[in-house]
Nanobody, 126 residues
């Protein structure tokens, strides 16, 4: 059974940076695509970024492209999200999730991702 635990969230001023981590337990981490998603108060969960199993293919939501970078270290069973130039509209609970296959398909569908972590809060003040 695969379990995911996010960390690294917090409070940051607009223009600042944070790096989120997603630690994964389970034998199948390095053969699955992985993704980051977020959910702001009163809104639905939305896609942020995804990475394939090998780490050489990534895809981003337009809203974060050029500011966020997704990466993974299969030797450490950990995925990361480096977030730069943060904006107040980036405020949300951020979740990591495992894809059902080694690669991802676009458009990204939340239903293709399972399991999910418990989330980590990111708050960007103006």
């Amino acid at each position: 059974q695969v379990q995911l635990v996010e960390s690294g969230g917090g409070l940051v001023q607009a223009g600042g940076s944070l790096k989120l981590s997603c630690a994964v337990s389970g034998r199948t981490f390095n053969v699955l695509a992985m993704g980051w998603f977020r959910q702001a108060d009163g809104k639905g969960r939305e896609f942020v970024a995804v990475i394939n199993w090998g780490g050489d293919s990534t895809y981003y939501a337009d809203s974060v492209k050029g500011r966020f970078t997704i990466s993974r270290d299969n030797a450490k069973n950990t995925m990361y999200l480096q977030m730069n130039s943060l904006k107040p509209e980036d405020t949300a609970v951020y979740y990591c999730a495992g894809g059902g296959a080694s690669n991802y398909r676009t458009p990204i569908r939340l239903a293709d991702f399972n399991p999910w972590g418990q989330g980590t809060q990111v708050t960007v003040s103006s």
